[in-house]
T-cell receptor, first 113, second 114 residues
Framework: GNSVTQMEGPVTLSEEAFLTINCTYTATGYPSLFWYVQYPGEGLQLLLKATKADDKGSNKGFEATYRKETTSFHLEKGSVQVSDSAVYFCALVLQGGSEKLVFGKGTKLTVNP | DAGVIQSPRHEVTEMGQEVTLRCKPISGHNSLFWYRQTMMRGLELLIYFNNNVPIDDSGMPEDRFSAKMPNASFSTLKIQPSEPRDSAVYFC????????????FGDGTRLSIL
């Protein structure tokens, strides 16, 4: 079946530290990959996406590269801020098929000043 | 632009009562999704509609849950009778439709069943 595995949190960093949140996937077809972010008390927001191998999605200083050979889509940011504290979800959807997003369990990030 | 609007934001009710959650998708969006989020199970898709037609309801827990989309601008998720284990945050999301379109989420309804 289709699944997404994220590194377990919580992750605690100091401001300006480098962030990596690992995400790997299994898929029965060709997936599109997403990172969503959820701030406290809010719904999920799309952070970035990539739809084909070697594509890099980027937004707000965050980046992730679609690696087909390692079935990975790791999220990175060079210098985190306190305002980046949130829960981050990796997700996939099969292209040409159902619209059903398959989510990872989420990784909680806390950034301290 | 108005986002996905859900109501109520919070609901507290006693076991056995009927609960109705409401969602207004983004205008022009053709697909609508209902999710449930709990600490134990994470984020689960309950059902989704495309052009007001239910496409996949395999995530609906049991017959106590039902969802409708009478028109393009409104959907409901109903639980009858409610049970304490239904306590969760319920999210509605909408998208333009198939083709890698991102889903836009509402702020959720926090449901507590006593």
């Amino acid at each position: 079946g289709n699944s997404v595995t994220q590194m377990e949190g919580p992750v605690t960093l100091s401001e300006e530290a480098f962030l990596t949140i690992n995400c790997t996937y299994t898929a029965t077809g060709y997936p599109s990959l997403f990172w969503y972010v959820q701030y406290p008390g809010e719904g999920l927001q799309l952070l970035l996406k990539a739809t084909k191998a070697d594509d890099k999605g980027s937004n707000k200083g965050f980046e992730a590269t679609y690696r087909k050979e390692t079935t990975s889509f790791h999220l990175e940011k060079g210098s985190v801020q306190v305002s980046d504290s949130a829960v981050y979800f990796c997700a996939l959807v099969l292209q040409g098929g159902s619209e059903k997003l398959v989510f990872g369990k989420g990784t909680k990030l806390t950034v301290n000043p | 632009d108005a986002g996905v609007i859900q109501s109520p934001r919070h609901e507290v009710t006693e076991m056995g009562q009927e609960v109705t959650l409401r969602c207004k998708p983004i205008s022009g969006h053709n697909s609508l999704f209902w999710y449930r989020q709990t600490m134990m199970r994470g984020l689960e898709l309950l059902i989704y509609f495309n052009n007001n037609v239910p496409i996949d309801d395999s995530g609906m827990p049991e017959d106590r849950f039902s969802a409708k989309m009478p028109n393009a601008s409104f959907s409901t998720l109903k639980i009858q009778p409610s049970e304490p284990r239904d306590s969760a945050v319920y999210f509605c999301a909408s998208s333009l439709g198939p083709g890698n379109q991102p889903q836009h989420f509402g702020d959720g309804t926090r449901l507590s069943i006593l």
